[in-house]
């Protein structure tokens, strides 16, 4: 079951801690632009979408795997 807030996902206390950097500056509504990378698997998209859901930022998921120029353009 994927995470839904904040407080449910595991490990990285010092960016999504209740003192961690990333976590204050989503409670500001100030993210600053950022590239998430990782593994498949680790929460990347999760955790894009737990900061979209939280602030007033857009957010549209694009996977590179399956779109490709065509569709990116749709997005952009």
Do not use: C, H
């Amino acid at each position: 079951m994927r995470p839904r807030t904040l407080d449910e996902f595991v490990g990285q206390e010092a960016v999504l801690g209740e003192r961690g950097w990333l976590r204050r500056a989503i409670e500001a509504d100030r993210v600053p632009s950022m590239i998430l990378w990782g593994p498949p698997g680790s929460g990347k998209s999760t955790l894009a979408a737990v900061i979209a859901n939280l602030t007033n930022g857009a957010y549209e998921p694009f996977s590179a795997v399956t779109g490709g120029v065509p569709e990116l353009r749709l997005v952009i």
